[in-house]
């Protein structure tokens, strides 16, 4: 079956540091989102993207938060100047036609800033 | 604007016990969907289950069953006799119809099964 990959699986950065997280979606799929789990809490949307331009953004995805799909294949969130706050597992999902067909979510990338 | 309620935030059963989780959300349109996902102690979402408002027939698959009622925007999730793998955070979401749509999440509801 078809699966959402997400690397790295673990990473830990400095504050103030930019990080990079990639996911590869599912390669028919049309719809990709972020999403973010503080420890212990619920996930939360981040940001929709679909024909190379966000879609939606929640209140969350400030400007230090960027998207991009820079080839094809490859979806990433950028995150400039990480905080503290910023230390999460970040999830992303593809989908063909959002909840019609359902989403498929990557295994995530838990994020330690320091 | 749409919302999930899980009220039950921790549930602890003895293996073989049945549990039932609940779940209650909110939204404007006629046309939506409601997921729940399982998140074991590894951390990754598992799918259990995608529901359309127009469709109220419960589903039962093993050990699981979904009860989905609008009149009471339930979408409650039961597991029959279960198992110490069981145990882990479950969400229930919801999303509305449009093609971009995004889910919505519970807050979850940690269940550990003892043995």
């Known amino acids: 079956e078809p699966e959402v990959t997400q690397t790295p699986s673990h990473q830990v950065t400095q504050m103030g540091q930019e990080v990079i997280l990639r996911c590869v979606p599912i390669?028919?799929?049309?719809?990709f989102y972020w999403y973010r789990q503080i420890l212990g809490q619920k996930v939360e949307f981040l940001v929709s993207f679909y024909n190379n331009e966000i879609s939606e953004k929640s209140e969350i995805f400030d400007d230090q938060f960027s998207v991009e799909r820079p080839d094809g294949s490859n979806f990433t969130l950028k995150i400039r100047s990480t905080k503290l706050e910023d230390s999460a597992m970040y999830f992303c999902a593809s989908s063909r036609t959002g909840a019609f067909y359902g989403y498929t979510f990557g295994s995530g990338t838990r994020l330690t800033v320091v | 604007a749409q919302k999930v309620t899980q009220a039950q935030t921790e549930i602890s059963v003895v293996e073989k016990e049945d549990v039932t989780l609940d779940c209650v959300y909110e939204?404007?349109?006629?046309?939506?969907?409601l997921f729940w996902y399982k998140q074991p102690p590894s951390g990754e979402l598992v799918f259990l289950i995608r529901r359309n408002s127009f469709d109220e027939q419960n589903e039962i698959s093993g050990r699981y069953s979904w009860n989905f009622q609008k009149s009471t925007s339930s979408f409650n999730f039961t597991i029959t006799a279960s198992q110490v793998v069981d145990s882990a955070v479950y969400f229930c979401a919801l999303s509305e119809s449009g093609a971009n749509s995004k889910l919505t999440f519970g807050k979850g509801i940690t269940l550990s099964v003892r043995p």
């Open positions: 939204t404007r349109d006629t046309t939506y969907y």
């Open positions: 390669s028919n799929h049309l719809y």
